[in-house]
């Protein structure tokens, strides 16, 4: 079978999405592949000098499939961030695979429906029907995959009329900006308080032609004016959503539903609803989709 050259990546765990993010635009879409922390004797077994606790990412790229060509470690290593620690724990290797093997991981990435949302990637063909069109690139921010926590959004998202301004809070690659956009709401705008991830939104909304402002802020910085008025979207973990309330109460600023996910069903969820109560608001609806519920949160007495 047939070999093609590809560049193998591995960076710590913890910069597997910023790094990602840099090197897709120099080497093309990648696979990857996470490979937990090792116990210290299965280190020490294979001689291995690195800490134990170190989780690694490796991070495949086929630059010749998409036009880079050869690109020189060194090139790779200035696209990194200049964090020392990082640098000198980057292995860059070039690795032959076996004809046809970079296709097959594609074969994960399929187009995703919820409702009349259509998410995909740029190698699939668009969807015929009355169907929206996103196009996303696996192998970047969380929220490529479709994870169960954004399905449930967009399938709550999609139970109202649409219309008015949409905030997205924790936006990553922007996907749930993109579908709220795409249905009809405007303006749309969206934050993330890691930079990498509103860059990454930022260009994805550019791409998808859907107009949204995106700023870096923490979700306790969300602005009075995005606030009033909106659909606001939070698919984020417990505590960032509990900071999100807090703000939402302390902004005393009248929006029209939040919708929250990332939260697990059970013992979260009645955090959630408890620190909404104490706001002032109401739960409405729910999706439980495996161990996560996704709810609808709306000032309390409408
Ligand atoms: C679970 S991902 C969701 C991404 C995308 N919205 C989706 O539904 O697929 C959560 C995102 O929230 C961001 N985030 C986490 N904590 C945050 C905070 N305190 N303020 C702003 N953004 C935050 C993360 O950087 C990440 O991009």
Redesign the pocket.
């Known amino acids: 079978m047939a070999s093609d050259p590809a560049v193998r990546v591995s960076v710590p765990t913890v910069w597997s999405e910023v790094c990602g993010a840099m090197l897709l635009h120099l080497l093309g879409p990648f696979q990857q592949i996470d490979e937990d922390a090792r116990p210290q004797d299965d280190a020490h077994l294979h001689g291995d000098a690195r800490p134990q606790e170190e989780a690694r990412t490796h991070m495949v790229f086929y630059p010749f499939r998409h036009g880079a060509g050869f690109v020189p470690d060194e090139e790779i290593l200035a696209a990194l961030p200049e964090d020392v620690a990082l640098r000198a724990s980057v292995g860059i290797e070039r690795v032959l695979v076996p004809g046809g093997w970079e296709e097959g991981w594609k074969e994960h990435f399929r187009p995703i429906t919820v409702g009349r949302i259509c998410v995909r990637p740029p190698w699939e063909e668009p969807p015929t029907g009355d169907l929206l069109d996103i196009v996303l690139t696996p192998g970047l ?4 995959g ?2 169960a ?2 399905r449930g ?1 967009l399938e709550l998202l999609q139970r109202e009329a649409p219309g008015g301004p949409v905030l ?10 993109i579908a709220a956009g795409r249905l009809g709401f405007f303006p749309v705008r969206a ?4 930079p990498q ?1 509103a860059e990454v939104a930022r260009e994805n909304t550019l791409e998808n032609g859907v107009e949204a402002q995106v700023k870096v ?4 910085q969300v602005p009075a004016e995005w606030v009033e008025g909106a659909t606001i ?1 939070a ?3 417990l ?2 959503v509990l ?1 999100l309330i807090d703000r939402l109460a302390a902004l005393d600023v009248d929006f029209r539903r939040l919708i929250v ?2 939260i697990l069903m059970g013992e979260q969820e009645a955090i959630v609803e408890e620190a909404a109560s104490r706001a002032e608001l109401a739960v409405t609806e729910r999706v439980h989709e495996a161990e996560w519920a996704g709810l609808v949160v709306v000032p309390a007495g409408r």
């Open positions: 921010a969380f929220g490529t479709l994870h926590t954004t959004v997205d809070v924790g936006t990553g690659t922007g996907i749930l900006a934050l993330d308080n890691d991830a802020l923490d979700v306790s979207l698919n984020l973990m505590e960032p900071a996910s990332g």
